[in-house]
């Protein structure tokens, strides 16, 4: 055959003709990067920024420190600052609509009016010009013209200049729970604003002053210990903090769900209310944790009832927010109803509800908040009924009783509505390593409240050898429990495989457990007869236990036997 083309072989099916190369894709043309500070309207809005924060320095210097050197009167002071406050206001308002006056105006009007807001506090705080409720309607008003002004020239910048400036320079002119007042104004005269504007950072800006001065209040108190007026006063100021923030937080919300920042303001407004109860006689701070985490239990369980929360309209980040923020004041409410015994009694209860609705509602939230109280009472109930506690008759005298019982009875209960609400769970698989895990730490739970609440018993009795007595009743808990477990896994062997696994297993570690006890601890501590029925009553238990494994293991042979002869 002739070569192809002249003494050349033919080209390869899919092989580049002679000659051919592959295209070179376009440059892409260098875009030279402009320095920030040559970008437009950054260096403006910068200079505008600082001249805010400059003026209104000056401005409290004339409330404030010229008073202090004596410089000119009052009147002249004040009505000086009113003066330069309209005067710059004016200004804005003059040069907004002219060509490049938009920042301008802004910073004009903002200092303006952040100045007579200044100037109202100093009226009300240093001269006493204006009673105090006075004071705080006029602030109210001057307020709410600055954010009316703001959102008729839609400028997000304008409301949170005011309020920033406002609540950054009234420390220097006011000060204690008056000053508290002025920065709640500023806080209630921007809630509408959010209800027409998304503007994500006024929500921090109202709040946020307003929650870290009545911390600081809260915190000067728990050092002064006020008297009773000062300390209702500071209690008024956190209720209108929490409330402005929750009915805020609501409106907007319900509005636009995907607001976030308005939830994270509503997690700070709710920080004064979990404060202030420090400050009060354990009674009040009871009654305040108490009616706090109602409500906004209310607000977060509503979410978990879909009528109620398609009629409400309250988005999950909002009342996931409301659910921890009432777990806190739970806490609080557990501590001011108990002492140091009954304690674990009523964090565990408070984890039971938690645990029974995050089973019923498939709400890992619930599932959370009510791991987490049954931690902290397991923890609790660890450190009264400790194992050392346990180990020594003297210790057990002293530190076990009736409530110890309680204690532990309502512990194994926390943990059955546990595993309850944790099988509920759809990652969860029956069989799987970590249903196993589950087990074996509910074993272990549960084994440990058993003994805790015999030996207390025991000792609750008043016998001579009731500490003995209860552990040995332990020790035949343990080994019925085992027994017990045993007995279902082999039931459920030809059944259920799955199920067999976990039982057989978790009864063959708890057989395992309550030999170690008979052996390490009990055979050194009980005496006499108590050790005696100890070592029978688990004997047979073992012997009944073993015959029953032996013959459901020979009938399940069998069973296969026949399978094949049937098959052959």
């Known amino acids: 055959m002739p070569p ?38 950054v260096i403006s809005r910068v200079l505008a920024v600082a001249g805010v924060g400059v003026t209104l320095i000056g401005v409290v210097m004339l409330l404030v420190l010229a008073a202090q050197a004596g410089f000119f009167g009052p009147v002249p002071r004040v009505a000086a600052g009113a003066v330069f406050s309209v005067a710059l206001i004016g200004a804005g308002l003059r040069i ?18 952040a100045g007579a807001y200044l100037d109202v506090i100093a ?23 600055g954010v009316a002004l703001a959102m008729r020239w839609q400028s997000q910048p304008l409301a949170v200049l005011v309020v920033a400036g406002a609540a950054a320079l009234s420390p220097v002119v006011g000060s204690g729970l008056l000053l508290l007042g002025f920065l709640i104004v500023l806080q209630l005269a921007c809630a509408p604003v959010q209800l027409v504007r998304d503007w994500p950072a006024l929500h921090i800006v109202r709040t946020l002053p307003a929650v870290l001065a009545a911390i600081a209040v809260t915190l000067i108190a728990a050092i002064d210990s006020p008297e009773g007026d000062a300390v209702r006063d500071l209690l008024i100021a956190a209720v209108a903090i929490g409330v402005i923030g929750l009915v805020g937080t609501v409106l907007v919300v319900r509005r636009r769900a995907s607001d976030v920042t308005a939830t994270v303001a509503f997690a700070l407004s709710t920080v004064p209310l979990l404060v202030v109860p420090s400050v009060l006689d354990r009674v009040g701070a009871t009654v305040i944790a108490g009616g706090t985490a109602a409500v906004l239990l209310a607000v977060g369980a509503q979410y978990l009832v879909p009528k109620l929360r398609a009629l409400v309209g309250i988005p999950a980040h909002t009342a996931t927010v409301a659910a921890a923020a009432s777990s806190l004041a739970l806490v609080e409410a557990c501590f001011g109803v108990t002492d140091a015994r009954t304690l674990p009694i009523a964090l565990l209860l408070v984890a039971i509800g938690y645990l029974a609705v995050a089973g019923q509602r498939r709400s890992p939230v619930a599932l959370v908040i009510g791991g987490l109280f049954g931690f902290h009472g397991a923890s609790v109930f660890l450190s009264d009924a400790s194992p050392e506690t346990l180990a020594s008759s003297s210790l057990a005298a002293e530190w076990l009783d009736i409530w110890t019982v309680l204690a532990a009875a309502v512990l194994l209960a926390t943990v059955a509505v546990a595993v309850w609400a944790m099988r509920a769970r759809p990652g969860l698989s029956p069989g799987s390593s970590a249903e196993s895990v589950l ?22 009795s008043g016998a001579t050898d009731g500490f003995v007595v209860g552990h040995s009743a332990a020790t035949i808990l343990w080994m019925a429990a ?12 030809a059944r259920s495989t799955a199920v067999a696994k976990v039982a057989l297993g978790s009864g063959l570690l708890v057989t395992a457990a309550a030999l170690a006890k008979l052996f390490l601890f009990d055979l050194a501590t009980l005496d006499g007869l108590v050790r005696v029925a100890a070592f029978l009553v688990v004997g047979v238990l073992l012997l009944v236990a073993g015959t029953r494994y032996a013959r459901a293991f020979a009938e399940a042979g069998a069973t296969r036997d026949r399978g094949g002869e049937e098959v052959r």
């Open 482 to 493: 085992a027994t017990a477990a045993l007995f279902y896994g082999l039931r459920n062997l």
């Open 96 to 113: 907004f609509g002219r060509s490049g006056g938009r920042v301008g105006a802004i910073a004009l009007a903002a200092t303006g009016f």
């Open 4 to 41: 192809y083309g002249g003494g050349q072989a033919p080209p390869r099916w899919g092989a580049p003709a002679p000659g051919w190369a592959p295209p070179v894709p376009p440059r892409r043309p260098v875009v030279a990067r402009t320095p920030w500070w040559q970008r437009e309207g």
């Open 123 to 145: 009226v009300t705080a240093i001269y006493d010009w204006l009673y105090p409720a006075l004071g705080l309607a006029v602030a109210l008003g001057v307020a709410a013209c």
């Open 439 to 460: 087990w074996v730490v509910a074993s272990v739970i549960c084994l440990y409240a058993v003994t805790a609440a015999t030996v207390a018993l025991g000792v609750v």
